[in-house]
C-alpha cells in the first residue's frame, strides 16, 4: 500500500503499515472532530427497522441462544443507550459505534454459523444508527457519508494489509481483490460474484 501522489496533500509519505495507521488516525480525527455537533434522537424510521430485524432474529432459523445474545447486545450497547429522552449525544454515539463494530469483528470471525449470523444482524443495526445520525443531522450528511465511505474502504484495505505475504503491510492487487471478497456480505458473495462488491472495481 502506498501514498497515491495525489493524497500527499493530506497525508504523509509514508507506506505501508505506517500509511494504514496514518489513514486510520485521519478518519477518527474527522469523526471525533463532527461528533460535538451531532444530534441522535431515535425517529419512527429507526424504531420501525429495530423492531422488524428484532422480529426476524426471533422468528429465523438461528439457535435461540445466539437469538438471545443478539436481544442482550442491542438492549444493553444500542437501546439501552437512548435512555428516556430517546436521544444520544455525540459522544455516546461514538462508544456505541465503537462497541458494535468490536462485537462484529468478533462475531464475523467465529466459525459457528449462528454468531456469524447475529453479527449480520448487528450490522443491521449499525446500518440503522448510522441512517439515524444521517436524518437528525442534514447539515452533516456529505460530511458523515465521505467519513462512512472512507471507513469501509479503509477496513478493506487494514484487511489487505494483514495477509500473511503482504509484507510491511504492502499488499498486491490480488491480495486487495481477497480482501474485497472477505468483506462482501451479500448473500453467497453474490455482489463479488457479479463484479458489484465494494471497491471491487
Do not use: H
Not at 153 to 179: I, P, T
Amino acid at each position: 500500500m502506498r501514498c497515491n501522489p495525489s493524497e500527499r496533500r493530506r497525508l504523509p509519505d509514508l507506506q505501508g503499515r505506517e500509511l494504514v495507521a496514518a489513514v486510520q488516525s485521519k478518519l477518527s480525527d474527522a469523526y471525533e472532530t463532527l461528533l460535538p455537533k451531532l444530534t441522535v434522537r431515535a425517529d419512527k424510521t429507526f424504531n420501525q427497522e429495530v423492531s422488524s430485524l428484532r422480529g426476524m432474529v426471533a422468528n429465523g432459523s438461528i439457535d435461540p441462544n445466539a437469538a438471545k445474545t443478539f436481544q442482550r447486545i442491542l438492549q444493553n450497547d444500542v437501546l439501552g443507550k437512548f435512555k428516556g429522552q430517546q436521544a444520544l449525544t455525540g459522544q455516546t454515539m461514538k462508544a456505541v459505534e465503537s462497541d458494535l463494530g468490536q462485537k462484529i469483528a468478533q462475531l464475523g470471525g467465529s466459525t459457528d454459523a449462528d454468531a456469524r449470523l447475529v453479527a449480520d444482524a448487528l450490522r443491521e443495526v449499525q446500518s440503522s444508527l448510522r441512517g439515524l445520525v444521517q436524518r437528525n443531522n442534514p447539515q452533516f450528511a456529505d460530511e458523515l457519508t465521505a467519513i462512512n465511505k472512507g471507513w469501509a474502504n479503509f477496513k478493506r484495505l487494514e484487511r489487505a494489509a494483514s495477509y500473511v505475504g503482504a509484507e510491511d503491510g504492502m499488499f498486491s492487487a490480488a491480495q486487495l481483490q481477497n480482501a474485497v471478497k472477505a468483506l462482501d456480505r451479500s448473500k453467497d458473495k453474490g455482489k463479488f460474484a457479479r463484479g458489484q462488491a465494494f471497491m471491487q472495481d
